[in-house]
């Protein structure tokens, strides 16, 4: 094998990889810990995983001194709509389905690159064709019919699917807009700088969220079983599993790496089924199935009018 061929290979695995950490976060790990207050829960996934980067990368602070106004600006708004408010939604949404439905949840998350790309139509004014429109109806209609199957939806049964899939939605608008400030950020920045300042500031937020919200005495009902979990995210599933990402997107081609991401939904579907038991119905199958191909058909579209295009999320 030739050394690019070896390069695309681990590239490939590096990205796999760390698709289906994020898929065992969201099925398995996060859903621990639900006993906890979800804005302290978001806060200390942050927290925690910035104070052991600082070990590590604690030279990236002298970057700051060249950091102008608009760095900041873009920071801060990667950091509180990917960081604090996107993953503030999709916890929450995680919370409400209780341990069922775990995978339509993540599976929805997914469409975060129809979002991406309309937002990037508004803010960036980048042009948008007649195959996207048509893809990203497609995978909408398909969401839909994976939550809700051929039934229409009830709120007043209970259920909170319902619920937890407009979380899951509000996460993938967050992330999708996080994707197109980071595209401005990622100008001037490294991705190991955007990554280290992104979780630093996203903390900072946080606190806040926790402090007004009068989630900060959240410490005391933190157990042990709960520090386990968040140590294990922090280091494999959180940070770990980020850095691992980016040094496979530097190795391969961005469309192959879309491909590749697909681990995580589909990773969600098996650690659902072997943890919970929970297995999709038919008509929920073939939306996974249509919704995949619409969203690998909608990056296809997006790398070809924009090939220079960097995600983060």
Known sequence: MTKSGKSLV?????ICISASLWGLDGIVLTPQLYNLNINFVVFILHALPFLLMNIFFFREYR????????????????????????????????FLVEFKDLSVVVLLQKLQPVFAIILA????????????????????????FLTFGFSLPDFNTGDKTSLAAGYSLLAAFCFGSATVLGKR????????????????FTSVIML???????????FKNVTV?????????????????????????KKVPAMLASICELCFPLSAIVFDYFFHNKILSLVQWISVAVMLIAIVRINMTSRK?????????
């Open 10 to 14: 681990v590239g490939s695995l590096a």
């Open 63 to 94: 970057h700051l001194a060249t950091f102008s106004g608009r760095d900041f600006l873009f920071l801060f708004l990667v950091s509180l709509t990917g960081g604090a408010l996107g993953t503030m939604a999709i916890v929450k949404a995680l």
């Open 121 to 144: 139509a508004i803010l960036l004014r980048e042009r948008l064709n007649k195959s996207f429109a048509l893809w990203a109806a497609i995978a909408i209609v398909a969401g839909y």
């Open 185 to 200: 950020l990622l100008r001037n920045l490294s991705f190991t700088s955007a990554t280290f300042y992104r979780y630093g």
């Open 208 to 218: 806040f969220f926790v402090i007004f919200a009068g989630s900060i005495g959240e």
């Open 225 to 249: 079983h709960n520090w386990k979990i968040i140590l294990l995210i922090s280091i494999t599933v959180g940070s770990g599993a980020i850095f691992l990402y980016y040094f496979g997107l």
């Open 305 to 313: 009018q924009n090939p220079e295009s960097v995600e983060v999320s």
